[in-house]
């Protein structure tokens, strides 16, 4: 039973356009919502994160948007670069101390 | 300050022996937390120990087990190994709790059983 999911396995972007993930979770309980990038032979890295009382969380080129009513989210990432070529995975957890559940990651291509 | 690290980064065992991993986590944090890691599957949570404690568990059998030392190190174990274990498991390590915490990732243990 996948609590997160993320129904593109892959994803190709332009360099310079903008790239958009999706995310859908079925736990209305999930509170914390966060997105990490892996990169081959490495361990995850975090990247950006959302609580529920907010619909929309910006650093830098990356935005991710909440909505609660759909069970959905999204990272966008603009201008998508090469260097952004990388699995990124979507993950959510109840509470501040409950076990962080992933989506089964999306592998983003950037064009040059 | 030096990341997270993980030992051994490979390792290849053959069906029912048992492996230990082990976790060093960065320093001064107190939540350690396991996934196993396959193709399609994504990160799967394992468990989370916490002052060496286990404070959350996954939906894997009893074959894997962990535990944590009094300085925050972790290890995790897995006996009767079968092919499905064959995997990348990855540490991360974060200050209190993981959900809205950034955890921060080693680099893994490649696992593969034949």
């Known amino acids: 039973d996948q609590q997160v999911k993320q129904n593109s396995p892959s994803l190709s972007v332009q360099e310079g356009r903008i790239s958009i993930l999706n995310c859908d979770y079925t736990?209305?309980?999930?509170?914390?919502f966060l997105w990490y990038k892996k990169y081959p032979a490495e361990g995850p890295t975090f990247l950006i994160s959302?609580?529920?009382?907010?619909d929309k969380n910006e650093d830098g080129r990356f935005t991710v948007f909440l909505n609660k009513s759909a069970k959905h989210l999204s990272l966008h990432i603009v201008p998508s670069q090469p260097g952004d070529s990388a699995v990124y995975f979507c993950?959510?957890?109840?509470?501040?101390?409950?076990?962080?559940?992933f989506g089964p990651g999306t592998s983003l291509s950037v064009i040059p | 300050k030096a990341g997270v690290t993980q030992t051994p980064r490979y390792l290849i065992k053959t069906r029912g022996q048992q492996v230990t991993l082990s976790c060093s986590p960065i320093s001064g944090h107190r939540s350690v937390s396991w996934y196993q890691q396959t193709p399609g599957q994504g990160l799967q949570f394992l468990f989370e120990y916490f002052s060496e404690t286990q404070r959350n568990k996954g939906n894997f059998p009893g074959r894997f087990s962990g535990r944590q030392f009094s300085n925050s190190r972790s290890e995790m174990n897995v006996s009767t190994l079968e092919l499905g274990d064959s995997a990348l498991y990855l540490c991360?390590?974060?200050?209190?709790?993981?959900?809205?915490?950034?955890?921060?990732f080693g680099p893994g243990t490649r696992l593969t059983v034949l």
């Open positions: 993950a959510a957890a109840k509470t501040s101390y409950d076990k962080v559940i």
């Open positions: 991360a390590s974060s200050l209190y709790g993981t959900g809205d915490n950034e955890q921060f």
């Open positions: 959302i609580s529920s009382i907010k």
């Open positions: 736990n209305s309980m999930f509170d914390y």
